[in-house]
T-cell receptor, first 117, second 112 residues
Framework: NAGVMQNPRHLVRRRGQEARLRCSPM?????VYWYRQLPEEGLKFMVY????????ESGMPKERFSAEFPKEGPSILRIQQVVRGDSAAYFC???????????????FGSGTQLSVL | GENVGLHLPTLSVQEGDNSIINCAYS??????FIWYKQESGKGPQFIID?????DKRQGQRVTVLLNKTVKHLSLQIAATQPGDSAVYFC???????????FGAGTILRVKS
């Protein structure tokens, strides 16, 4: 009964490198959300995807950040040419349906801690 | 720009006492509210939720109260235990929306 799986748990990158963060939603869930958390802050919404489609990317920086959720395989959050300010915990969450549905809940993974040197 | 962390409010309670964590939400169009618990190094864990057509909902040792008039949400934890120590976040979802907006969080420290 696996929950939302994220890997790697910790990722260290040097400035200018690319970071790829992976998220496998709970079994049967087709809605994926990415959030970012800085130390001692709340989670900030980045992007919401439903299989193969980006539904809402209003929280994504316009440059260097992209996300995908292919038909097969995990969702990927990609950060190109990382800078120190990208250092944060990145959490993925999934739901079975849309959050407007009755009894719909959002389940979070354990996150990926990205450190940019 | 540079990201500056904020100091989260802290609630310290004695083991066995009741805890009340408060949250003010901003959007009157929000119709779904959730409380999450986050322990160090872990992802947020669902505690309890409530829809806007209710003003109170009870779970095991937890109660959520919703006051839509003043846009206020609270989480009550009965007989607080050391394992309850964590950061607690409220989150809201706008009507017809599909993303949760999180509050800043409150640190709960339980003294034995």
């Amino acid at each position: 009964n696996a929950g939302v799986m994220q890997n790697p748990r910790h990722l260290v990158r040097r400035r200018g490198q690319e970071a790829r963060l992976r998220c496998s939603p709970m079994k049967g869930h087709s809605h994926v959300y990415w959030y970012r958390q800085l130390p001692e802050e709340g989670l900030k919404f980045m992007v919401y995807l439903q299989k193969e489609n980006i539904i809402d990317e209003s929280g994504m920086p316009k440059e260097r950040f992209s996300a995908e959720f292919p038909k097969e395989g995990p969702s990927i959050l990609r950060i190109q040419q990382v800078v120190r300010g990208d250092s944060a915990a990145y959490f993925c969450a999934s739901s079975l349906g849309t959050l407007t549905g009755a009894n719909e809940k959002l389940f979070f993974g354990s996150g990926t801690q990205l450190s940019v040197l | 720009g540079e990201n500056v962390g904020l100091h989260l409010p802290t609630l310290s309670v004695q083991e066995g006492d009741n805890s009340i964590i408060n949250c003010a939400y901003s959007n009157s169009a929000s119709d779904y509210f959730i409380w999450y618990k986050q322990e160090s190094g872990k992802g947020p864990q669902f505690i309890i939720d409530i829809r806007s057509n209710m003003d109170k909902r009870q779970g095991q040792r937890v109660t959520v109260l919703l006051n839509k008039t003043v846009k206020h949400l609270s989480l009550q934890i009965a007989a607080t235990q050391p394992g309850d120590s964590a950061v607690y976040f409220c989150a809201e979802n706008m009507e017809y929306g599909n993303k949760l907006v999180f509050g800043a969080g409150t640190i709960l420290r339980v003294k034995s």
